[in-house]
């Protein structure tokens, strides 16, 4: 028999003695008397004998009493230590991230996950409501800031697209992401990344970007002197030197328009603990809004930072994703709300 075991063998032992001592409280178990009402003036029992001593006991039991179930209560965390302290290993943590690790060694394995991060409430003006959200539990979701989509020399520059609109949220980002890191908060880049065979691509990703059969769409060479269109590793595939990702940061490739599909995106979040997503990059309507919807699908709070957030598609475009987010799938707001984190 384990100590939890023992804990709860001890209580059972204890209630017993609880209830005889509150049946010689009441007189009746002691004398036989008829009435049931305390304290009978016809009563000779021991209770009005030792009416202190009576009192003193019942007190220390229950004392005794409300300590051990403090300890076995539910089989809680503290009663899973006593039992661990039976084992002769220290227990290991188990799990990359301490929200949602295990404590574990040969004889044992603590599922509590007791390390969750403290919560971090942090109160920003959203468009149309006030919002809190709990920072221990956000994660920041920058897509697509990459050369072939932001750069002058990339990609979308080389078949004639203005790139100008692709680049307005570098500042507010380069601005952000120090802040954000500083205070040990997850930076995920989720970046179009092609394997060199493009295996992985179906003819419908492949025709949003070559829809004729022989334009330079994804994995073809926008010139003879550029990498391939998105390819994994390559310099157009890079996110812009401005926005530069830190060792610290995630960094998942992605293979449609939204970020959830056939990649392990979701599995890291479930893993880190995340529930609140920040979204900024680009295209606003496009690979931004895809992967926003699919994580509110997926029951995660979302919020566009508006200011991060933009498009080459005409101006409608953006106003329309602004529009439906806020409308169907959650917030926007502006950086500025978490420049001033404490």
Known sequence: MDTFCKTHAIRTRL????????????????????HTQRGHPHCACVQRRFPVLI?????????????LKTLCNHGNAFCNRIRM?????????LGTHPATAWQVNAQYADLTRRLAPAPRAHTIAAHGKTLTLDLSRTALIVIDMQNDFCHPDGWLASIGVDVAPARKPIAPLAAMLPL???????????????????????????????????????????????????????????????????????????????????????????????????????????CVLA????????????????????????????????????????????????????
């Open 55 to 67: 009192t003193l006991c019942s007190a220390v039991v229950l004392l005794i009493d409300a300590k």
């Open 291 to 342: 992967t926003l919807m699919d994580a509110n699908f997926a029951g995660y709070d979302t919020i566009l930072l508006e200011d991060a957030t933009a498009t080459t598609s005409p101006e409608f475009c953006m106003q329309a994703t602004l529009y439906n987010v806020r409308q169907c799938f959650g917030f926007t707001t502006l950086t500025k709300e978490f420049l001033g984190i404490a």
């Open 180 to 286: 954000w890191r500083h205070q040990r908060l997850p930076v995920i880049w989720v970046n179009w990344g092609n394997r060199p065979d493009r295996a992985n691509l179906s003819p419908a990703a492949l025709h949003v970007y070559n829809p004729d059969g022989q334009s330079n769409g994804l994995g073809a060479k926008a010139t003879e002197q550029s990498t391939k269109v998105l390819e994994k590793d390559s310099w157009g595939a890079a996110v812009v030197d401005e926005l530069v990702p830190q060792p610290q940061d995630i960094r998942i490739d992605k293979f449609r328009m939204s970020g959830f599909w056939d990649t392990p995106l979701n599995s890291i979040l479930q893993q880190m603990g995340v529930q609140t997503l920040l979204f900024a990059g680009v295209n606003a309507d496009q």
């Open 15 to 34: 209630k017993k003695v609880i209830a005889a001592t509150l049946l010689v409280s009441n007189a009746n178990f002691w004398c036989g008397c008829p």
């Open 85 to 93: 302290s039976t084992t002769s290993e220290p227990l290991l943590a």
